[in-house]
T-cell receptor, first 113, second 113 residues
């Protein structure tokens, strides 16, 4: 099992450009999450999907959109990137029978110039 | 608005020492308090977690102490090793179909050989 995978690992964008961060999990988990990690601020929840077909806003959703493509995949889209979105983005997933434990991917380091 | 406050920001101990990391929360609806460990370039991984019906939980060299009345919890690492050097995050969440974790700001721990 690969667990939670994220692509790309690194990305540099110019202000105003768009991009989609991809996340997939092979653990048959129901719930998936997107977090951003900034120095001194821990991880903050952007969006989550409790189950296939549903998505909800987290703490910092502005400037982002998400798509739960199927049970395995949950993508995060930046429509018009801003320097404030420079961050490390983590995807996570959890099982419906054990929603407590979230399994994180390796992260995508995004720089917006 | 940071609902989970973590201290200290960084911590250096000698091998064999007992580092202690503290967290305080505000939302009394929180009912699950995990600690995550993160190594450089990796995603966070669940280390240990506690619920408010117990005051202490121990797993190997890691212990969580929980004080419900003070709304505080802490992580103790017994007989710390250089391999424990990592960033530690406390978090909190409330019951739901998907756990919306609120993270503390993180503590960078260095264990000197």
């Amino acid at each position: 099992n690969a667990g939670v995978t994220q692509t790309p690992k690194f990305q540099v964008l110019k202000t105003g450009q768009s991009m989609t961060l991809q996340c997939a999990q092979d653990m048959n988990h129901n719930s998936m999450y997107w977090y951003r990690q900034d120095p001194g601020m821990g991880l903050r929840l952007i969006y989550y999907s409790a189950s296939e077909g549903t998505t909800d806003k987290g703490e910092v959703p502005n400037g982002y959109n998400v798509s739960r493509l199927n049970k395995r995949e949950f993508s995060l889209r930046l429509e018009s990137a801003a320097p404030s979105q420079t961050s490390v983005y983590f995807c996570a997933s959890s099982d419906v029978w054990n929603t407590d434990t979230q399994y994180f991917g390796p992260g995508t380091r995004l720089t917006v110039l | 608005q940071q609902q989970v406050k973590q201290s200290p920001q960084s911590l250096i101990v000698q091998k064999g020492g007992i580092p202690i990391i503290n967290c305080a929360y505000e939302n009394t609806a929180f009912d699950y308090f995990p600690w995550y460990q993160q190594f450089p370039g990796k995603g966070p991984a669940l280390l240990i977690a506690i619920r408010p019906d117990v005051s202490e939980k121990k797993e190997g060299r890691f212990t969580i102490s929980f004080n419900k009345s003070a709304k505080q919890f802490s992580l103790h690492i017994m007989d710390s090793q250089p391999g424990d050097s990592a960033t530690y995050f406390c978090a909190a969440s409330r019951t739901g179909s998907a756990r919306q974790l609120t993270f503390g700001s993180g503590t960078q721990l260095t264990v000197l050989p």
